[in-house]
Nanobody, 121 residues
Framework: QVQVVESGGGLVQAGGSLRLSCAAS????????MGWYRQTPGKRRELVAL???????EYLGSVKGRFTISRDNAKNAIYLQMDSLKPDDTGVYFC???????????????WGQGTKVTVSS
């Protein structure tokens, strides 16, 4: 069992910045990809930014150049620096940690409780 905890959400004006943090508890098995996902009312949860254990990253098209994901493997932590925020960035941001055990073919994703980000116009 891995516990995931996010922090750093809040209310910010358009054009402002926020930094989200996520920490996963120690895992017996390796934590592979970790990422930030966003959910808004009536929409499916979508991937915002992903980072592998080796540091490879991928981003949702609409946040490229504005958001930066980073990772500290020693702390099982990831961060999301969000700059030039827009009202469309509003949502609940969830951190996901993918853990692969030897008995599983696919990794299992552990979720945090989410942190709310509101960008006012």
């Amino acid at each position: 069992q891995v516990q995931v905890v996010e922090s750093g959400g809040g209310l910010v004006q358009a054009g402002g910045s926020l930094r989200l943090s996520c920490a996963a508890s120690r895992s017996v098995f390796k934590i592979n990809d970790m990422g930030w996902y966003r959910q808004t009312p009536g929409k499916r949860r979508e991937l915002v930014a992903l980072i592998s254990s080796g540091g490879s990253t991928e981003y949702l098209g609409s946040v490229k150049g504005r958001f930066t994901i980073s990772r500290d493997n020693a702390k099982n932590a990831i961060y999301l620096q969000m700059d030039s925020l827009k009202p469309d960035d509003t949502g609940v941001y969830f951190c996901g940690a993918d853990v692969l055990s030897p008995s599983d073919e696919l990794p299992y994703r552990y979720w945090g409780q989410g942190t709310k980000v509101t960008v006012s116009s």
